[in-house]
């Protein structure tokens, strides 16, 4: 058994653009941030200088990276990364891609049932894939919410310590949501990184992710 927490619930997302936490605002103040935390630690791209930080501590060590781009309607962009521990032992037996597999089952599922099924969002084009990420597999999972006329394309990336033998692991988490007409809506949610900068800096920056 995992202990789920999903990284940023898309209902939420789309609602709010994200829920606050009881922890202190920090403007990133430079060129780039090293993020350092009990059991991970990585380095914020230099074209997220103006991104704000929110960290937590206890045991899901969890970072939110949030910014707005100016335009109408605004882009709000997020970034959560947090640690999830395995609670069963079980999960020592198990290789990462199992466990990875599990994970994003039950979250699809969660989507469907919490979300699409009480009729908060509509969910599209939700595609699960294992991909290289300079020497470290990436199990990702891609998908899009529209809530009436709000929009969010995200992606879900599990990074394991090992390929097999997890304790924990590390769940990162990309959104970008907005509000557009329809047309520009299914324009704007496609994953393309060579389209969306933001999040081709993203995949940048977990390809430098420490796990320790």
């Not at 991970?40 to 930080?53: D, E, G």
């Not at 290789?95 to 099924?117: F, H, N, P, Q």
């Not at 294992?130 to 899009?144: I, Q, S």
């Not at 907005?178 to 940048?204: G, Q």
């Amino acid at each position: 058994m995992l202990a789920r927490i999903p990284a940023i619930v898309a209902a939420a997302t789309l609602a709010a653009c994200g829920a606050a936490e009881s922890v202190k605002t920090v403007p990133t103040g430079g060129a780039s941030r090293t993020i350092d935390m009990p059991h991970y630690s990585f380095t914020m791209p230099s074209s997220w200088s103006n991104w704000t930080i929110k960290k937590e501590g206890g045991r899901f060590e969890s970072v939110l990276l949030a910014d707005t781009a100016c335009c109408t309607p605004p882009l709000t962009y997020q970034v959560k990364l947090l640690r999830n521990t395995a609670l069963s032992p079980n999960a020592l037996v198990l290789s990462a891609k199992e466990i990875a597999d599990d994970y994003r089952k039950v979250e699809e599922r969660s989507m469907l049932t919490e979300g699409v099924m009480k009729g908060k969002y509509k969910l599209y084009d939700v595609v699960s894939t294992d991909e290289a990420l300079d020497g470290k597999t990436a199990y990702v999972m891609r998908y899009r919410a529209v809530m009436g006329d709000k929009c969010q394309k995200a992606a879900m990336l599990l990074l394991f310590p090992k390929d097999s033998g997890n304790e924990w692991f590390i769940v990162a988490h990309y959104s970008l949501a907005t509000t557009r007409e329809w047309d520009d809506i299914l324009k704007l949610c496609t994953w393309e990184t060579d389209t969306d900068l933001m999040a081709r800096d993203f995949v940048d920056m977990l390809k430098g992710l420490e796990m320790h």
